[in-house]
Nanobody
Framework: QVQLVESGGGLVQAGGSLRLSCAAS????????MGWFRQAPGKEREFVAA???????YYANSMKGRFTISRDNAKNTVDLQMNSLKPEDTAAYYC???????????????WGQGTQVTVSS
């Protein structure tokens, strides 16, 4: 089983960019599908993007064209490049590992502690 640690969150102005990174421990990282989710206060956890074991990316519709997910199995990392950020992107962002790509957070068994992204208007 892997352990996940996110980094890269922060405060950015609308229109700006941030790059989140998730570092995984363990030797089996390449066997997992990896996802990014976010959760704003008072809201449910929301699918952002995921990447399969075959490197195929998947995005929520509202993130297409703005966010890019990538993974590096040699470094055991999965990154989320976020461009053209909007105030509504403000949330805690979580990295997750699971058996397959899915928009349902329940599919993912392992989660990081989250990193806060705040976009000011």
């Amino acid at each position: 089983q892997v352990q996940l640690v996110e980094s890269g969150g922060g405060l950015v102005q609308a229109g700006g960019s941030l790059r989140l990174s998730c570092a995984a421990s363990g030797r089996t990282f390449s066997s997992y599908a990896m996802g990014w989710f976010r959760q704003a206060p008072g809201k449910e956890r929301e699918f952002v993007a995921a990447i399969g074991r075959d490197y195929s990316p998947y995005y929520a519709n509202s993130m297409k064209g703005r966010f890019t997910i990538s993974r590096d199995n040699a470094k055991n990392t999965v990154d989320l490049q976020m461009n053209s950020l909007k105030p509504e992107d403000t949330a805690a962002y979580y990295c997750a590992a699971g058996p397959v790509v899915d928009v349902n957070p329940g599919t993912y068994a392992t989660w990081g502690q989250g990193t806060q992204v705040t976009v000011s208007s």
